[in-house]
């Protein structure tokens, strides 16, 4: 099985990361860009030696391990094969 | 307009942080997982102050400023407004 785990900032936390790539890229001379947000992605593989269904097994690892549920958000796309 | 780019190490470079993640998560009782490999994306807004396409626009910021193109590949998906 194969899937992506895509991990951002919620809209109402700051991203200062983002905030200075924006300020990178206006200085560059991009100055028609308004905002830039950075986030992470994930891209896992396994063998099917689990029960259940693969996104939900990688709504666990979001869980337990690659999300903090405070700031972050996450989106999973799973291939199930 | 608005536009996402993600940007990925190239398959033939070696991703320390993934193999950790990796082994993390069987430290976590997932132990069908076989590999992780991590990204970051761009989430990226501007106004329309620029000549030319969005997605060779944002190509751009790529080469000059997000991407390093020795050891890293990038997607570029562009939402023309």
Redesign the interface.
């Known amino acids: 099985m194969k899937g992506k785990i895509?991990v951002?900032l919620k809209k109402q936390v700051l991203d200062p990361q983002?905030k200075a790539?924006e300020n990178?890229?206006k200085s560059?001379g991009?100055?028609?860009?308004?905002?830039?947000?950075?986030?992470?992605?994930?891209?896992?593989?396994?063998?099917?030696?689990?029960s259940g269904s693969a996104k939900e097994?990688m709504k666990?690892?979001c869980k337990?391990?690659?999300v903090n549920g405070v700031i972050e958000d996450f989106e999973v796309e799973a291939v199930e094969e």
Do not use: P, Q
């Open positions: 895509y951002y983002g790539i990178a890229l560059l991009f100055e028609e860009v308004k905002s830039v947000r950075v986030g992470k992605f994930f891209e896992i593989e396994t063998d099917s030696s689990f097994r666990e690892y337990k391990l690659l």
